[in-house]
Nanobody, 126 residues
Framework: QVQLVESGGGSVQAGGSLRLSCTAP????????LAWFRQPPGKEREGVASADTDGTRTYGDTVKGRFTISLERGNDTVYLQMNGLKPEDTGMYFCAANPSYWCTPFAPKSTDFRVWGQGTQVTVSS
């Protein structure tokens, strides 16, 4: 199965920005929901944002107004622009694809996604 590959993680100070990229060959297309999740240390994985080619964009409550998800069909890439980073944004960030359904109008749930990347670490210091 084709894997997704994340990049762009790193260490930043609070208030800083990072842009994550996810190479998703064959998945940035009609009828596929793509999403970003994160898993803080010692906590469960949570949905950050989702997007599809029909224009749906959803965000978790804790990132609304700070994070932006976007798709680039030409090179099969999903981006997550993260601004105004906070220490509580620290965690492993994962890209995921659901090839079976468009995105729902709600923040993504990990149980709906079956194609995952290996993750990229984001650390925000105060």
């Amino acid at each position: 199965q084709v894997q997704l590959v994340e990049s762009g993680g790193g260490s930043v100070q609070a208030g800083g920005s990072l842009r994550l990229s996810c190479t998703a060959p064959g998945y940035v297309r009609y009828g596929v929901c793509l999403a970003w999740f994160r898993q803080p240390p010692g906590k469960e994985r949570e949905g950050v944002a989702s997007a599809d080619t029909d224009g749906t964009r959803t965000y978790g409550d804790t990132v609304k107004g700070r994070f932006t998800i976007s798709l680039e069909r030409g090179n099969d890439t999903v981006y997550l622009q993260m601004n105004g980073l906070k220490p509580e944004d620290t965690g492993m960030y994962f890209c995921a694809a659901n090839p079976s359904y468009w995105c729902t109008p709600f923040a993504p749930k990990s149980t709906d996604f079956r194609v995952w990347g290996q993750g990229t670490q984001v650390t925000v210091s105060s």
